[in-house]
T-cell receptor, first 110, second 111 residues
């Protein structure tokens, strides 16, 4: 199993641009999550999904959108990027009690 | 979900046991204690979890006090590769499983 994969690894966006962060897991997990981590801080939950077609907001959803059309994929969409969205983004899925994290996407908005 | 309190940093000598404390005085009866760690900006890694009883796996041991208001993660023989931020999290799991990560404890293992 590849586990949780994320693309791209790095990205620089200009203010106002949009992009989609991709996340795929091959473990057939129903629950998937998107977190962001600012420098020196813990992870904050953006959105999560309990299965295909079902998503819900986390702690910091503003400026982001998600969709879940398949069990495997959980893309995160940034519309109108802002400098405050400069962060490292982690995708995760869960198997009963253990959350598996992807390697992260480092995003800079300038 | 209950809040946890951890020291911001700790040091440990290589080969010695590392004991990382966590206070979760407002934990509810159905909430588990989870420990994760994050090595140098990688994605967090699950270590161990427990409800009431002490737990042990190949990575660590988890000691939960009888009143469940605090716990200690023990790395029995710390190595340099154990240098990481360690997060203590309480969560009820199930359909409400949404881990809340605080700032954690930066454990530095020194040679």
């Amino acid at each position: 199993n590849a586990g949780v994969t994320q693309t791209p690894k790095f990205r620089i966006l200009k203010i106002g641009q949009s992009m989609t962060l991709q996340c795929t897991q091959d473990m057939n997990h129903n629950y998937m999550y998107w977190y962001r981590q600012d420098p020196g801080m813990g992870l904050k939950l953006i959105y999560y999904s309990v299965g295909a077609g079902i998503t819900d907001k986390g702690e910091v959803p503003n400026g982001y959108n998600v969709s879940r059309s398949t069990t495997e994929d959980f893309p995160l969409r940034l519309e109108l990027a802002a400098p405050s969205q400069t962060s490292v983004y982690f995708c995760a899925s869960i198997d009963s009690y253990e959350q598996y994290f992807g390697p992260g996407t480092r995003l800079t908005v300038t | 979900d209950a809040k946890t309190t951890q020291p911001p940093s700790m040091d440990c000598a290589e080969g010695r046991a590392a004991n990382l404390p966590c206070n979760h005085s407002t934990i509810s009866g159905n909430e588990y204690v989870y420990w994760y760690r994050q090595i140098h900006s990688q994605g967090p890694q699950y270590i161990i979890h427990g409800l009431k009883n002490n737990e042990t796996n190949e990575m660590a041991s988890l000691i939960i006090t009888e009143d469940r208001k605090s716990s200690t993660l023990i790395l029995p023989h710390a190595t340099l590769r154990d240098t990481a931020v360690y997060y203590c999290i309480v969560d009820s799991g199930g359909s409400n499983y949404k881990l809340t990560f605080g700032k954690g404890t930066l454990l530095t293992v020194n040679p």
